[in-house]
């Protein structure tokens, strides 16, 4: 199994649940890299049911966003399913703003995103 530096991964039956490891996403380089580690579980691993638990995520960049973007139109393309899930009010207010409440299915909590499956 590949190794991350910005996320951990678990599988629960056919999901896999990523938990992010930085609290801030804010840094280019961080970003780029967590991009990358997030398109590699689709396209390589080819693991196409996912749920990203923001539990530990205090602030995300619009660069973060963009990434997130481009992860949803990568699952979507490969046939697979994102679920986001714990995102703190004050990042769930970007979401409403910038209207990706749209595009993204947003659950309460991980529990909630695995019975969406």
Do not use: W
């Amino acid at each position: 199994m590949a190794e991350y530096r910005r996320i951990e991964i678990n599988e629960v039956g056919d999901v896999t649940v990523v938990h992010f490891k930085d609290p801030k996403i804010i840094e280019d380089m961080g970003i780029q890299e967590l991009g990358q580690e997030l398109f590699r579980l689709i396209e390589q691993e080819n693991r196409l049911k996912l749920v990203l638990n923001f539990a530990s995520v205090d602030f995300l960049s619009s660069a973060a966003l963009g990434k997130l973007i481009t992860l949803e139109k990568k699952a979507k393309a490969l046939g697979g399913t994102l679920k986001l899930c714990n995102i703190r009010p004050e990042i769930y207010e970007v979401f409403l703003i910038t209207r990706l409440n749209r595009l993204f299915d947003i659950k309460e909590d991980e529990a909630e995103a695995l019975a969406a499956f």
